[in-house]
């Protein structure tokens, strides 16, 4: 089966801090997602990509920005914390597209922002 | 309007019976349907993916999908305490990357 590890469960950060979120998958997945996920929101997508040092927009990609330097490793970053940004953050990765087989999410990061 | 809506629910449902959970999506160019269930506190799981219009069956689960109606459909067969959770639905254009997710409906089956 697939893996897909991110790095903490559980994150607390302060307000203006810089914030990394990391993501590794062990299955060699082409394409890696960050989303977040609200209640009453559902998930939405930040950033994706498709390749390495590839990236696109997802639907909120504001206060964000990503990194994907090597296949297995996609990292989240928020520039500069703020308390909306409190959520659970996923990380998802596929082999093909997502329209052939869907995703595999990781466990997930719940980050506070205080 | 919301690309992917579903009930929010609680949808509370007795041991055995049947558990019905519905979808509807605006992009009449979505081709790809996915349900996942998500514990509590956990990941999403995928559990079903239908493309073709009708029913799907695997195990206790059925997807029915209706594309004219711009409609998808889990169904849950003798539901059991273990099938409480949160189930997404998830929709796809043809060869796309991206999946949009429903907020999700919360199904709780009571012994």
């Known amino acids: 089966d697939v893996k897909v590890t991110q790095s903490s469960r559980y994150l607390v950060k302060r307000t203006g801090e810089k914030v990394f979120l990391e993501c590794v998958q062990d299955?060699?997945?082409?394409?890696m997602f960050w989303y977040r996920q609200d209640p009453g929101l559902g998930l939405r997508l930040i950033y994706f990509s498709y390749d390495v040092k590839m990236k696109e927009k997802g639907d909120i990609p504001e206060g964000y920005s990503v990194s994907r330097e090597k296949k297995e490793r996609f990292s989240l970053i928020l520039e500069s914390a703020s308390t909306n940004q409190t959520s659970m953050y996923l990380c998802a990765s596929s082999l093909y597209r997502g329209s052939d087989y869907g995703y595999t999410f990781g466990s997930g990061t719940r980050l506070t922002v205080v | 309007q919301k690309e992917v809506e579903q009930n929010s629910g609680p949808l509370s449902v007795p041991e055995g019976a049947i558990a019905s959970l519905n979808c509807t999506y605006s992009d009449r160019g979505s081709q790809s349907f996915f349900w996942y269930r998500q514990y509590s506190g956990k990941s999403p799981e995928l559990i079903m993916f239908i493309y073709s219009n009708g029913d799907k069956e695997d195990g206790r689960f059925t997807a029915q999908l209706n594309k004219a109606s711009q409609y998808v459909s889990l169904l849950i067969r003798d539901s059991q305490p273990s099938d409480s959770a949160t189930y997404l639905c998830a929709v796809s254009r043809s060869n796309d990357y991206k999946l949009s997710f429903g907020a999700g409906t919360t199904v709780t089956v009571r012994a």
């Open positions: 299955m060699d997945h082409e394409n």
